[in-house]
């Protein structure tokens, strides 16, 4: 079931429960679940952690079908991305289902990523047209134009992801927990290099893979 509020009835009974349906709704669960910290609710710290565990999810028996009727994978800039975690994420926002908070400035440029607009990869040279000629320069991305989201589940996306959480079966929530524990608080180059090394496929187009594997 998608859950946005403009698209569905409020539940009324704290028993109720949906059954997810969508990518969506996985979204939702996966920032409901439980982390390492074991409170329901933890948030994910960067989009780009969240797009990579969504990903991970999507390679489950669990979560397979489910993901990837909303999402689809591809090997991208920065390894395997979704354009439509963005879409997802701007209309959970809108509804008051999810908030997103600047939480600290990055530690180093691979947290820099920001995997829907980056078209250079980092200190590439460049051709830049001007009045008398085209000509080379170094464009050297600062991390400190920069911060990391945090992105966690408002008053009522919890309470709708109790709902979907609850529609679950117990294998889902094993996995979608271990999952999240896993990798919620792993330092991102560690995540990318795991997601890089047990799928190469997905790294042909990335242009931080030496940086990631090396």
Do not use: C
Not at 34 to 56: A, N, Q, Y
Not at 86 to 91: E, K, S, T, V
Request: aromatic share 10%.
């Amino acid at each position: 079931m998608v859950v946005l509020k403009s698209h569905v009835r409020q539940p009324e009974r704290s028993e109720e429960i949906w059954k997810p349906e969508s990518s969506l709704d996985i979204l939702i669960v996966m920032l409901y679940a439980k982390g390492v910290e074991g409170r329901i609710g933890e948030p994910i710290e960067g989009i780009t952690r969240l797009d990579k565990i969504m990903f991970l999810l999507s390679e489950t028996e669990e979560f397979r079908e489910t993901v990837n009727k909303g999402y689809e994978f591809e090997a991208y800039n920065f390894g395997p991305f979704a354009p439509e975690i963005f879409d997802d994420i701007a209309a959970l926002k809108q509804e008051g289902i999810i908030e997103a908070v600047s939480s600290r400035e990055p530690k180093n440029k691979i947290e820099t990523i920001d995997e829907q607009t980056m078209e250079q990869p980092l200190n590439e040279d460049i051709e830049i047209e001007d009045d008398h000629a085209t000509r080379r320069e170094r464009k050297d991305i600062s991390w400190k134009n920069y911060s990391v989201e945090r992105y966690e589940l408002t008053d009522l996306g919890l309470r709708i992801g109790s709902f979907l959480f609850n529609g679950l079966s117990e294998g889902q929530r094993t996995k979608l927990e271990s999952t999240k524990k896993a990798f919620q608080k792993m330092s991102l180059k560690n995540l990318l290099h795991y997601v890089y090394a047990k799928y190469p496929e997905m790294t042909k187009r990335s242009k931080i893979r030496r940086k990631v594997l090396f």
